[in-house]
């Protein structure tokens, strides 16, 4: 099981909103609404932010959005804070392997 | 408050072995999955292993399949992942997690550090 494709780095200003790109096949991504997003500081457990693909565990900021279109799953960070700082990974069910992650995004705020 | 505390990292040489454990608190323990997810010095988090509430089901990538065994001692709240046949490249921060239904991992322990090396 490969894993999910995720763009390396992605940054913007703060206030600004960015988007965070999550790209599978139809046997991960594509095939089940089991898309999760976590947020990972440096030295950091992750963090759940999203589940199921759009939905927020309490606690977790309205900044931070979830949605699909086919293959690709997106995460959207509003309102970018400095403290939005971190790198994020998706993930989803896999029809082969359970779980799969993504390969991980650097989110600089600029 | 959920507190998930994981322990048993250590150095071990190749072909070693080592067991980590889990100890849980703050929810009940029996009713909810539990996994392992493990996260190489500099690299992504990938997933090692899932065990169901009852610990009747096991889950593993081939990556572990064979050589990790995950289970559960629920009237101690804790998780266990017994590691054999170690190599090189599973040096990495292992982390225990619950997963609250779905396919997803709710909350995470600290992690532990495991490094094989001669």
């Known amino acids: 099981q490969s894993a999910l494709t995720q763009p390396a780095s992605v940054s913007g200003s703060p206030g600004q909103s960015i988007t965070i790109s999550c790209t599978g096949t139809?046997?991960?991504?594509?095939?089940?609404?089991?898309v999760s997003w976590y947020q990972q500081h440096p030295g950091k457990a992750p963090k759940l932010l999203i589940h199921d693909v759009s939905n927020r565990p309490s606690g977790v900021s309205n900044r931070f959005s979830g949605s699909k279109s086919g293959n690709t799953a997106s995460l959207t960070i509003s309102g970018l804070q400095a403290e939005d700082e971190a790198d994020y990974y998706c993930?989803?069910?896999?029809?082969?392997?359970?779980?799969?992650f993504g390969t991980g995004t650097t989110v600089t705020v600029l | 408050e959920v507190q998930l505390l994981d322990s048993g990292g250590g150095l071990v040489q190749p072909g070693g072995s080592l067991r980590l454990s889990c100890a849980a608190s703050g929810f009940t323990f029996s009713s909810f999955a539990m996994s392992w997810v493990r996260q190489a010095p500099g690299k992504g988090l990938e997933w090692v292993s899932s065990?169901?509430?009852?610990?009747?089901?096991?889950y593993y990538p081939d990556s572990a399949r064979g050589r990790f065994i995950i289970s559960r001692d629920n009237s101690k709240n804790t998780l266990y992942l017994q590691m054999n046949s170690l190599r090189a490249d599973d040096t990495a921060v292992y982390y225990c997690?619950?997963?609250?239904?779905?396919?997803?991992?709710?909350?995470w322990g600290e992690g532990t550090l495991v490094s094989v090396s001669s």
């Open positions: 139809s046997s991960d991504v594509g095939g089940y609404n089991y």
């Open positions: 993930s989803s069910y896999a029809s082969s392997a359970r779980y799969v």
């Open positions: 997690a619950m997963d609250p239904g779905g396919y997803s991992h709710r909350y």
């Open positions: 065990i169901t509430d009852s610990g009747g089901r096991t």
